[in-house]
Structure formats: structure tokens, C-alpha cells
């Protein structure tokens, strides 16, 4: 085993083990110091469940490293059982990154709390990774034109993991207002892929230069996540108590709003010509204080009460501009709205902490297309 593989080894093993424990300490921190807020979001995917995955997938790296190690110091690394140790560190790793990337506000939609892709994505990876080990050990090695062709299937399934895991990374820090560390994770996770070109390719045999990127992508990835955790712990620091929210609907476009850990004191907002946002806030606010059980809640789809996500967007950005909040103060879509599974959306404020005007109630249920309201007073 040369110098060089056994640092690269070395090294991967004590960074990923330092920034898995980081990663769970964290998650168990939060679990505890969050716990109610937390426990509002209990059918979701929640914050603490993706840091989870995350320490776990780090821990993964760590036995993956082990068994590097392992295999080049005693020289088995070209056998078949050798390979077998490989595929499955990378199936369970894969899986971790796949349910953790799954919890991102910002990962893409076909996987964001999506669990039926998730496992279909990681049941893809499974026929895979068995169909080229079968393969490997029928056929040997396969190349052609300085190609191995037998890793081919497993190069591919990293690219569309980076891909997922840059789009989710690049999307949640820019959003958050941290443009650089964006473009910054972007380029690691390109990285991260190209150090794994060596595996197919094989004139690309430089062990010092790919085994340097591999530390830099993977130390740099390990940073990111943990900054990543830190910015999900500000802001449900920030977010606000269900209990000290309070919202009076006055008059047709017209509500009073109550928030004060976000500065927002008694503070009366005219909708004005965007009906559209305030019936859709009313209807939630009125599942919310008279609904039991899944009537609480409004699906958020094309079949749905609310047809698109954008909306619920839109009152928070109408509430915001109306307002003239500071940029601290901002509300997001998750203060004031539970994202409870399968499309569906409820208000986060308590139903006591709800009060609407009883004439604008009994206006709203006359008009035919919100009767069916009337079955919740």
C-alpha cells in the first residue's frame, strides 16, 4: 500500500468520524432543546430526522474508509469479497444521503417528503449494485478503450446523487441568503464526483491528485452540513411559538395580526385587491378553528382546495411587503403554515388564538363554492 492511499485512508476515516459525532450531537441537541416545536410536526419529514441521516451517512464514510484501509493493507482489495464490502457501504450511504436530502426544504420536489420515490431510487441502487457484482464476478473485468465498463452503472448512480445533493445544497443556502457558501458547495459536490472518475476510467490513475480532491470535497462537504445544521437551529430559534400567535379576520381583506417574537405587534393588514390570498388564509383559518382531526388541514395541490404551493407563498410575501418587515423579521411559510404529508397544509396557529368577524363567516358560507363549510360550524 503506498504512502499516499494509506494517508488518503487515514484521513478519511478521522474526518468523517469527527463530523459524524458533530452531526448526531447536534440532532440530539435539537431533539431536546426543540422538542415542542418539534413535536407540532410530527407527520412530517422534520429538521433533526435529516441531521440524523446525515450523521449516519458520515458513519457510513468512516466504515468505508475502515474497510479501504483494511483491504489495502492486507492486500485483498482485488478480490471479489473485497468489492461485495464496497457495494454495500455504498448502497447504505447512498440510502442515508437519499433520506436525509428528502427532509431539505429545497431539495428537488420529486423527492422532497416523498418517501415512496425515496425507496423506489434506493431500490433502483440495489438492482444495480447486485447486477454488476454479478457481472464483476462472472465476467471480470470489462473495459473498452480504457474504460472500465463494469463501473459504469455505479458512475452513473453518483452523478444523479451529486445531482441531487447540489441542487439541494446550492438551493437551501442561496434561499438563506448565503450565496457564496452556494456556489462554494456546488463545486465540492462537482468534485466529489470527478475524484470517483479514476474507478472508470482507467488512464486516470494519478493516486496523489484524486485522493486530494476526495479529501478536500469530502472536508469541505462535512463543513457545509454542519452549517447547514446551524442554520436550521437559528431558525427554528426563530420561528415563532404556536401559542403566541394570534389572528383576527375583521372584514373582507382586512385582518389583525399578532407575532411578537417577529416584532409584528396588533398589526392590522389590508389585503386589498389580492382576494384571492386572503380567501385562501381564511379558509385555512377556519379549517383550523372549527375542523377536527384531517379537516384541519387543506390539500395543496392540482385536486386540491389550493391548487399550488405558491400561494401559500404569496400570502406570506403579501403579509411581508404590507407589513415593511426587517429582513430579521421576515416570516417564512413555515411560521405560519404545518406542511403535514401528502400535500396537505394546516395554519400553525392554535384554533383559541383564531377569531373571525361572524358576519364575514356567515358571508363567506352563502357563497356556493364554500358551502361545505357549513358542515364544520
Not at 71 to 89: D, K, M, P, R, T
Not at 228 to 234: D, E, G, H, R, S
Not at 323 to 337: G, K, M, V
Request: net charge neutral; proline share 2%.
Amino acid at each position: 500500500m503506498s504512502d499516499v492511499i494509506q494517508f488518503h485512508n487515514l484521513s478519511h476515516i478521522f474526518i468523517s468520524l469527527i463530523g459524524a459525532i458533530l452531526l448526531l450531537t447536534i440532532h440530539f441537541n435539537i431533539r431536546k432543546r426543540f422538542k415542542p416545536i418539534l413535536d407540532e410536526e410530527e407527520s412530517q419529514n422534520r429538521v433533526d430526522k435529516g441531521l440524523l441521516h446525515l450523521g449516519l451517512a458520515m458513519l457510513t464514510w468512516v466504515l468505508a474508509g475502515l474497510w479501504a484501509f483494511i483491504g489495502a493493507h492486507y492486500e485483498f482489495a482485488n478480490h471479489f469479497s473485497y468489492q461485495i464490502g464496497v457495494n454495500l457501504f455504498s448502497i447504505i450511504n447512498n440510502a442515508f444521503l437519499l433520506f436525509a436530502l428528502s427532509y431539505f426544504y429545497y431539495a428537488p420536489n420529486f423527492i422532497n417528503n416523498k418517501e415512496k420515490n425515496v425507496n423506489l431510487i434506493i431500490g433502483l441502487i440495489v438492482l444495480v449494485t447486485i447486477t454488476t457484482m454479478l457481472i464483476s464476478y462472472f465476467a471480470g473485468d470489462l473495459s473498452w478503450n480504457g474504460i472500465n465498463l463494469v463501473t459504469l452503472p455505479d458512475l452513473i448512480l453518483s452523478a444523479f446523487i451529486c445531482y441531487l445533493l447540489l441542487v439541494s445544497l446550492y438551493k437551501t443556502f442561496y434561499n438563506t441568503g448565503l450565496k457564496i457558501v452556494a456556489i462554494i458547495s456546488a463545486v465540492m459536490v462537482i468534485l466529489m464526483f470527478i475524484s470517483q472518475l479514476p474507478g472508470a476510467f482507467v488512464e486516470l490513475n494519478d493516486d496523489f491528485f484524486y485522493s486530494l480532491i476526495r479529501i478536500i470535497a469530502k472536508t469541505s462537504l462535512i463543513s457545509l452540513f454542519l452549517l447547514l445544521a446551524t442554520t436550521w437551529v437559528i431558525n427554528l430559534a426563530n420561528r415563532p411559538k404556536a401559542n403566541e400567535m394570534k389572528i383576527k379576520f375583521l372584514d373582507w381583506s382586512l385582518i389583525n395580526l399578532n407575532i411578537p417574537s417577529k416584532n409584528i405587534e396588533n398589526k392590522q393588514i389590508d389585503f386589498g385587491s389580492k382576494t384571492t390570498q386572503y380567501k385562501n388564509l381564511l379558509k385555512l383559518a377556519i379549517r383550523r378553528k372549527y375542523g377536527s382531526g384531517e379537516e384541519q388541514s387543506i390539500l395543496v395541490n392540482a385536486a386540491g382546495e389550493i391548487k399550488n404551493q405558491t400561494y401559500l407563498s404569496r400570502i406570506i410575501d403579501n403579509i411581508n411587503q404590507i407589513i415593511d418587515l426587517n429582513e430579521e423579521d421576515q416570516l417564512e411559510r413555515r411560521d405560519l403554515f404545518t406542511f403535514l404529508g401528502e400535500s396537505k397544509y394546516r395554519l400553525r396557529i392554535l384554533p383559541e388564538q383564531i377569531e373571525i368577524d361572524e358576519n364575514l363567516l356567515k358571508e363567506f358560507i352563502k357563497t356556493p363554492e364554500n358551502k361545505s363549510y357549513s358542515s364544520l360550524l
